[in-house]
């Protein structure tokens, strides 16, 4: 071969890699926060006020969007985050793999919606045996904390989809064009500074819808 | 030719009888203590009521609230049910199925019958409150119940009684017979070499009271568990006042304990393995304990896992996400 021939052919293969659009998988990572330091089993036991035993979490609806609402991403499957196995969920399968979305949508729970697809009810996550099944009126528990608070026993059991206590939570966040890692904080903080007066929250109620809105509202998405 | 008659007949009813006995249960099996020709009328009228939270005084909780189907109708995860306004019982909820091998219920035996039973969470005041002529109003000006409860038990059929009877109905449905020990029973599957030296173990460790093929005698039994002193839970003793029940419960059945975590009567356990720490290490000596207890079952770690194998084997999938089980629709 030539030499003409072989800069010919670099050339072309230089010229069709700068050609490839750069797409990057937007990586999502979701924390509970407690004091400003990422929340696990083990770090709760050093706090003499606050000993945790159980924190399970849903995550479901995750979507990315682009371009004024229109979807980009199918949904991904709901994922349950339980402390006593792994302390971050992270996202960053093919449902992740977009171009710089805009938006992003989640829930903090588990809908009816969720509930009523036939791909994700009983299965994965939402298997029955991960002990957060409610009942076939209430769906699942959302988030269920356990433990020990100011030296008294405290079950949390937030859920519940129908009104007029639904805590289901949907959370909305503008993404920055210019990043693809991102961070979903929920800070507890101001749960545990508003604890319930009764400890013992085991159905959906005012309590259970309140507590769950905290944490909503404490919810940071932090992008790298 | 009449004689040809007869016998054809009676062998077209020996089939019959066979096929349903077959399709309800092994024919390994005991036969059950109460009658299995159940009414699919009151069986769907059951169905209706053991979901519907309406038979909570302020229609909050229903049975499937203790009792939910994917975990072979008892609750999971948490060590002892909860009731109406977030109350939390005393023990954990019995899982319900093979009731009709039954001939008492409830940890310490209170109930003698499964109707007596089903009123028992009913009324009472941390579990769902109910008052009997209150939920016989609700039902009453429900289209929905009318219409089934007229359905199974003809007209103006909506009394105490035969609410009892439906719930007892679809109870008697909750067979399970179709875990993996199951097939290989009925020489459709075989052990693997560790469920195989688990199910040796079983046979000369544990048999003698969680007896094949129902793994339970349901006999009452101390099999050693150190007193919660916050419960103060001393099982059959609180109903017959005889010392010699003390610490007395009921023997739960071993199957489906992949889904029926934590376990014991006030769900102390959360694992297979801290139960075997118990028979190994931890049982607490007293004049009614299981006499065959009295040494503990000492295991290598190895017979622990081919044990823990085996009992794996008793989980039935089948009849945990059985449709018919699950909460009906409208």
Known sequence: MSKAWKWLLISMLCFSWQAQPTIYKTELKVIPYLGGEPLSLKSVQANQSLHLTTFKLYISNVLLFKKFDKELAPIAAPQLLDLSEKNILEYEDENMHLDYPDSLELILGVDSQTISNQMFFLKGDLDPIKGMYWTWHTGYVHLKMEGQYKQKKFELHLGGYQGPYSSVQSLHFAMDKNKHRYELRLHLDALFQQFPDDPFIMSPGRESARLMQLLAENAELYSE | ?330
């Open chain 2, 1 to 330: 030719m009449k004689k040809a008659a007869v016998s054809f007949f009676l062998l077209v009813l020996l089939c019959a009888f066979n096929l349903r006995r077959d399709s309800l249960f092994p024919d390994y099996w005991p036969e059950p203590r109460v009658s299995l020709s159940l009414d699919s009328q009151k069986i769907a009228l059951g169905r209706f009521l053991f979901y519907d939270p309406i038979l909570s005084r302020d229609s909050s909780v229903s049975c499937e609230s203790c009792h939910s189907p994917y975990s072979s109708f008892t609750h999971i995860d948490h060590a002892l049910s909860h009731g109406i306004d977030n109350q939390i019982g005393t023990r954990n909820a019995p899982a319900l199925f093979n009731l009709a091998w039954q001939s008492h219920f409830m940890w310490d035996g209170i109930a003698n019958s499964l109707q007596e039973q089903n009123t028992q969470p009913i009324l009472n005041p941390i579990e769902m409150d109910g008052d009997m002529d209150f939920i016989i109003r609700k039902l009453k000006r429900s289209d929905h119940y009318r219409e089934l409860f007229a359905k199974a038990f003809r007209v103006d059929a909506i009394n105490e009684a035969h609410l009892l009877e439906a719930l007892s109905e679809f109870q008697l449905t909750l067979i399970s017979a179709n875990s993996k020990y199951d097939q290989v029973m009925a020489g459709k599957a075989e052990f693997n070499e560790m469920e195989r030296k688990g199910y040796e173990i079983f046979k000369t460790r544990c048999n003698s009271c969680h007896t094949e093929p129902l793994f339970s005698t349901y006999a009452f039994a101390n099999n050693g568990l150190p007193a919660d002193t916050a419960l103060n839970d001393l099982g059959r003793y609180s109903l017959t006042l005889n010392p010699k029940d003390s610490f007395l419960f009921k023997i739960p059945s071993l199957r489906n304990l992949k889904y029926t975590f934590p376990y014991m009567h006030d769900g102390r356990f959360t694992s297979l393995y801290q139960v075997l720490d118990h028979y190994q290490f931890g049982i607490a000596f007293s004049t009614t304990l299981a006499p065959v207890l009295k040494n503990g079952i000492h295991l290598s770690s190895n017979e622990r896992t081919e044990l823990v194998a085996f009992l794996l084997t008793l989980s039935d999938e089948a009849f945990v996400f059985k449709p018919e089980h699950a909460a009906p629709r409208n």
